[in-house]
């Protein structure tokens, strides 16, 4: 185990809802990324949050968002939600600078 | 930009070695990674490489040449749990951090017996 740890590990939405998903860090790790992982895809990076803000984002649409803090956790937020959204989230928590930064075991959801 | 290229899938026998590659194209070279990532789960880190040649880790190995912009995983004595996603990434050009990944597409490997 990493120490990441994800919620929900599975969701089922309706198209144009709104989903929260959520990230605890390892302990002492100050940096979340998050990632869009698509069946048979590699996972493409959505953003980084360090000290509370985003530190840097992929190719995604303002309608993905995304909070951390104090305490190092974070959340994803997508609105409006579209069938090409399904897919698994990925979240994976490092120390700034660092080289390995480890995975949470994911929230799978699905937009129907 | 950045580009990964490696095989979609492979398929192997129990107790042989198999190589997969992975070819990259990035605007600067911060190192590359190797995840394992089981059906269903999270990617676990395998190896980073950074400097070029191979480094060897049990019965995994990795092997890196910048000039070529080009890496392989080498495993060895292949196990049925061996059967998984194996993906290559590197970081992306925004520089600092070393975890804002490019993944590639993944090689499902098959381990048959």
């Known amino acids: 185990e990493t120490g990441v740890t994800q919620s929900p590990t599975h969701l089922i939405k309706t198209r144009g809802q709104q989903v929260t998903l959520r990230c605890s860090s390892q302990s002492g790790h100050n940096t979340v990324s998050w990632y869009q992982q698509a069946l048979g895809q590699g996972p493409q990076f959505i953003f980084q949050?360090?000290?509370?803000?985003?530190?840097g984002r992929g190719n995604f649409p303002p309608r993905f968002s995304g909070l951390q803090f104090p305490n190092y956790s974070s959340e994803l937020n997508v609105n409006a939600l579209e069938l090409d959204d399904s897919a698994l989230y990925l979240c994976a928590s490092s120390l700034q600078g660092e080289t390995e930064a480890f995975f949470g075991q994911g929230t799978r959801l699905t937009v129907v | 930009g950045q580009n990964i290229d490696q095989p979609t899938e492979m398929t192997a026998t129990e107790g042989a070695i198999v190589q997969i590659n992975c070819t990259y194209q990035?605007?600067?070279?911060?190192?590359l990674f190797w995840y394992q990532q089981h059906a269903g789960e999270a990617p676990t880190f395998l190896s980073y490489?950074?400097?070029?040649g191979l480094e060897e880790k049990g019965r995994f190995s990795s092997f890196l040449s910048r000039s070529k912009g080009y890496s392989y995983l080498l495993l060895k004595e292949l196990q049925m749990k061996d059967s998984a996603s194996y993906l290559c990434a590197v970081p992306t050009d925004y520089g600092g951090a070393t975890n804002k990944l490019i993944f590639g597409t993944g090689t499902l490997l098959a381990v048959q017996p």
């Open positions: 490489n950074v400097l070029d």
């Open positions: 949050y360090y000290r509370e803000e985003e530190n």
């Open positions: 990035t605007s600067g070279f911060n190192g």
